[in-house]
């Protein structure tokens, strides 16, 4: 894990967040999760809400939950637990959708702004695509629900609630992120060979960007206090969220470019030494000189 370098691809990507195009590039995914998400509490909260009403009943869960409410002293509550667990439900495919907006929308835009500015030598070799893109996010997201609902019991279980959220979140934005940095920069024996030389780097990266985005989802969650409410709330998280994506895209642009960089540098020795290998043996000109050409036959009359 190199801590240095994920240090200075963190300072310059803070100075990049400030520059007036970043700060631009947060509205187009801005509004694409926006009417995405409008759509989903108009029409599929309620049905949400219901379901899971109908499921803590049949499960006789209502009894149990108003039990730990109870323990805890926090009983008044007791009406909000199906209105919380929907928007808990929701939040993995909130994230996502944030997530998936800046890796379509907002990521060649910032590695064009990355590249230009720091490595503008850098060749494009168009390892990844629009439709690898978009794969290799829903394969990455499938896995992490999996993971996300299977870890779900043990959120209750202190410390362990504290480390295996982040570490989810992390190795999900890792997945997606890496990927799209490196799409129109780097082949694919490269960006295999990156992302499992810097893997733990750039989980830390995910990491790190994923505890800056417990801020909008307890914001999130907080949208069951007041559904009058809820419409601006989401607003605000969804802003929040897409935010926080831009800038953790300019974290992983400049680590990712900064990696690639220096993974060509290491290879053009392998590649002179091949090249070298190549040429045709040469030594009796190397140590006779260029050899003449043969005399013509004299012509006899």
Known sequence: MNIAAVGLAWGRAVAAQLHYRMLLLTLLPFLAALVIWGCVIGFGLQALIDFVQQWLGSHNSFQTAGEIL????????????VPLLAMWLLLPLMVFTALSCIALFAMPAIGRHVS???YPALELRH??????????SMSSFVIFLLLWLLSLPLMFLPPLNLVLQPLLWGWLTYRVMSYDALADFADADERRALVREHRWSLILIGTIAGLFGAAPGLLWLGGVLSFLLLPLIAGVAVWLYVFVFVFTGLW?????LAALQAYRRKQEPVLDTRLDSRKPDTGDEATNGPASKPAFPAIRN
Not at 127 to 136: C, E, N, P, Q, W
Request: hydrophobic share 45%; proline share 0%; aromatic share 10%.
């Open 116 to 118: 230009s500015r720091h």
């Open 252 to 256: 992983f642009q400049h680590y990712c």
């Open 70 to 81: 109870t323990a805890l002293g926090l009983l008044s509550f007791k009406a909000l637990v």
């Open 127 to 136: 390892g990844g695509s629009l439709l690898g893109s978009i794969a290799h």
